[in-house]
Structures are given as C-alpha cells and as structure tokens.
C-alpha cells in the first residue's frame, strides 16, 4: 500500500531530495546548456571555415586562370595552396587545391612536385577527387617515361563518370609501351564511353588517325 504523507512531510521529504540532488540536477542543466551552446558554437566554426576555405580557393583560381603564370607568380600560386592546405586541410577546397598545385607543378617542370600534390590528393575521402588524382598521377607518371607504373594507377577504382578519361590515359600509356594495338582498342573505348556518357574528349580520334597513318607508311 503507498504510504499517504502530509503536506508538511512531503515538503520536508522534497527539501531533503533537492539538498541531496539539486546541485546534480543544476550541473546537469549546466552541461546540456554548454552543449548546445557549444554544438551550435562548432557549427559556425565550421561554417565559417568553410566559407574561408572557399573565398581562399576562388582567389587561388582567379590567380591562376588564363594566360601561362611566369615564374613569379606560379611561386606565389603555389604558396597559397600550402596555406590553403595548412589553414583548412579537410576541406574539399584544399584538396581542389591540391589538384591545382599538381598542375602550377608541371607548368614549373617539377613532376615530383606534381606527384606529391596528386598522392596528398589520392588521401582524399571523396571517390570523385581520388579518382582525378589517380587519372593525373597517371599522366605525371607517362610524362616521366613510366608508362608501366600509369597502367597500375589506372586500375585504381575510378568513378564510372572518368571511364572515357581513363580509357583514354590508358591508350597512351599502351602506345608509350609500343602495343598500338591495345592502344588502339583502349582509344576506341573511350570514344564510345564518351558517347554514351555525353562527355566532350578532345584528340582522342586524332590519335587514332594518327595511329592509322603510321600504320599504311609501314
């Protein structure tokens, strides 16, 4: 049976369970406050990186749009990736970023340069931009006479939307090996991959005339 109690019992009783338990149940309102508080704090925080990260980038890509950069200003392009990089490294920004230095590198003559930007790169969880490293890494590693080693990236597992890309790397790599036709086939590929896909890809059918031309002065 539930023991009835008066009025003046259960004040006493609620005065001794606030005196055990109040101080608890305050620092807990407290916590869950500064959590919200906090989390919502951390979300700005984010947020506002992000937009810094973004008007970083733009100016990097305004930097570096148009005309071929002299030495200067490659140099000064390519500072302002590694502080990119540094102040907001796991942004998609910087990792765009990144890609971008690979190029600012060749355009320097620095294939190590390239390769170091395209493998921080290819560290990326977003598969889109792991798969333009591995497909750059590809061409940095034909432009260094290792056609072998551009034929391994290639297997990587590149997003469906770059298949007439790589198709298209992996062509050339076979013709730096000498099999014109493993090329051939490979180019063919990424014609109709680019078809299918809808995707514009320049000088494919170039090579392939090309490829033919050599073939009828033999």
């Given at each position: 049976m ?11 009783a609620v005065k001794?369970?606030w ?14 406050a ?6 919502n704090?951390?979300?700005?925080y984010q ?7 973004s008007m ?6 305004n930097?570096?749009a ?6 200067e200003?490659?140099a000064?392009?390519?500072e302002?990736?590694s ?6 490294g796991?942004?998609?920004y ?13 355009q320097?003559g620095?294939?190590e ?6 493998e921080?790169a290819a560290?990326?969880s977003?598969r889109?931009?792991?798969?333009l490293?591995w497909?750059?890494l ?5 432009a260094?006479?290792n056609?072998t080693?551009?034929?391994a990236?290639?297997?990587?597992p590149i997003s469906?939307a770059?298949?007439?890309q790589?198709?298209n790397v ?8 000498g099999?014109?036709?493993?090329a051939?086939e490979a ?6 991959l ?20 050599e073939?009828a002065?033999q």
């Amino acid at each position: 049976m539930v023991e009835l109690r008066s009025e003046e019992e259960q004040l006493d009783a609620v005065k001794r369970w606030w005196k055990e338990n109040g101080m608890s149940l305050i620092a807990g309102a407290v916590l869950a406050a500064a959590g919200v508080f906090g989390w919502n704090a951390w979300q700005n925080y984010q947020q506002g990186q992000a937009e810094a990260a973004s008007m970083r980038y733009q100016q990097l890509v305004n930097m570096t749009a148009g005309n071929e950069l002299d030495e200067e200003q490659l140099a000064s392009a390519r500072e302002m990736v590694s502080e990119l990089t540094d102040e907001h490294g796991k942004t998609l920004y910087a990792e765009l970023a990144l890609l971008l230095d690979a190029r600012l590198a060749v355009q320097q003559g620095n294939l190590e340069g390239a390769r170091t930007a395209l493998e921080n790169a290819a560290n990326s969880s977003r598969r889109y931009v792991q798969s333009l490293a591995w497909l750059r890494l590809a061409r940095v590693e034909l432009a260094d006479g290792n056609p072998t080693q551009a034929l391994a990236l290639l297997d990587e597992p590149i997003s469906d939307a770059l298949a007439a890309q790589r198709a298209n790397v992996r062509g050339d790599a076979f013709f730096a090996q000498g099999d014109t036709e493993a090329a051939r086939e490979a180019w063919e590929t990424a014609l109709q991959l680019a078809q299918t896909q809808d995707q514009p890809l320049y000088g494919v059918q170039f090579k392939l005339d090309d490829l033919g031309a050599e073939e009828a002065t033999q």
